[in-house]
Nanobody, 125 residues
């Protein structure tokens, strides 16, 4: 059974940092394409960062230079390191997994078939 469990959300002031974690089980983590998405009220769920099985990464323009998406294959855990946070980064953050082989970097919701329950991030000004 595929499971993705996010943790690490919380409240922080603008300019601060948070690290989200996504613990996974039920599949071979190292073989999967993993991503972080976020969704704020009234908005579509948007891709934030993706890391493919080969370790290459891609980021949404809005977070480039501030967020990174490392993973630890030995711990079956995906991370999202968020620095220089802004109020507009406030959202529920979800991790997602897909076992397909991608030439590009999938950043759309429909491209992923397994999701965590989400963790809230609130950035105050």
């Amino acid at each position: 059974q595929v499971q993705l469990v996010e943790s690490g959300g919380g409240s922080v002031q603008a300019g601060g940092s948070l690290r989200l974690s996504c613990a996974v089980s039920g599949f071979t983590f190292s073989d999967y394409c993993m991503a972080w998405f976020r969704q704020s009220p009234g908005r579509e769920r948007e891709g934030v960062a993706v890391i493919k099985s080969d370790g290459t990464t891609n980021y949404a323009d809005s977070v480039k230079g501030r967020f990174t998406i490392p993973k630890d294959n030995g711990k079956n855990t995906l991370y999202l390191q968020m620095n220089s946070l802004k109020p507009e980064d406030s959202a529920v953050y979800y991790c997602a997994a897909d076992g397909g082989l991608w030439i590009g970097y999938p950043m759309m919701r429909y491209e992923y078939n397994s999701w965590g329950q989400g963790t809230q991030v609130t950035v105050s000004s």
